[in-house]
């Protein structure tokens, strides 16, 4: 089983959508969780860290269920811009403190 | 944008020589990472650095090796490329330990072809 796993889509949905993407973790013991977002060809960038008590950005909801061990990522009224794959990470300490990536989860927002 | 740029983005090479890639940052922050991305697969570690001298391997580090003269470069080698280590090769760098809610800044990459 991998350590993150995450649906690879891709979802495609019209702008204005509401998208949800969830990924699951498999180390109870991680301790910091990620979304980042890539671009086709280019570097991963964070879009958010996501907390125990969930966070929001702009159109963008993070949630985190430790007891099932998911992350959510909420994108409401979805952009052309948002078409990208967004990528999950997860930390934990595993002889030393590392950033587990997700395969990522491909969304394309068509007009 | 963080100030990291790989040399060279693109590189085509045959079985068996060596290839070596340059991760420079403007930053001057502690930790340098390598990983590679492959389809199918999430980022994977290499090597990473904690600080001067200080390296140690990640989950994929066989075939490869690293140094870290100065806080701004991070080099990885390939002492004999083979076909598996063809993939997109990312650098990044983090302030302090990635563990507490601390961003990692990726290079551009370098996309690497071992023929």
């Known amino acids: 089983r991998k350590e993150v796993e995450q649906d690879p889509g891709p979802f495609n949905v019209p702008e204005g959508a509401t998208v949800a993407f969830n990924c699951t973790y498999s180390n109870s013991a991680s301790q910091s969780f990620f979304w980042y977002r890539q671009d086709c060809r280019k570097e991963p960038k964070l879009l958010m860290s996501?907390?125990?008590s969930g966070n929001e950005d702009g159109r963008f909801t993070a949630q985190l269920n430790r007891a099932s061990q998911y992350i959510s990522l909420l994108i409401r009224d979805s952009k052309l811009s948002d078409s990208a794959t967004y990528l999950c990470v997860v930390t934990f300490s595993g002889g030393y403190n590392k950033l587990i990536f997700g395969a990522g989860t491909r969304l394309a927002v068509h007009p | 944008d963080a100030g990291i740029t790989q040399s060279p983005r693109h590189k085509v090479t045959e079985t068996g020589t060596p290839v070596t890639l340059r991760c420079h940052q403007t930053e001057n922050h502690r930790y340098m990472y390598w990983y590679r991305q492959d389809p199918g697969h999430g980022l994977r570690l290499i090597h990473y650095?904690?600080?001067?001298?200080?390296?140690d391997k990640g989950e994929v580090s066989d075939g490869y090796s690293v140094s870290r003269s100065k806080t701004e470069d991070f080099l990885l080698t390939l002492e004999s490329a083979t076909s598996s280590q063809t993939s997109v090769y990312f650098c990044?760098?983090?302030?302090?330990?990635?563990?507490?809610?601390?961003?990692?800044?990726f290079g551009p990459g370098t996309r690497l072809t071992v023929l």
């Open positions: 996501v907390y125990s």
């Open positions: 650095s904690y600080g001067v001298k200080d390296t």
């Open positions: 990044a760098i983090s302030e302090t330990d990635p563990e507490y809610y601390n961003e990692q800044f």
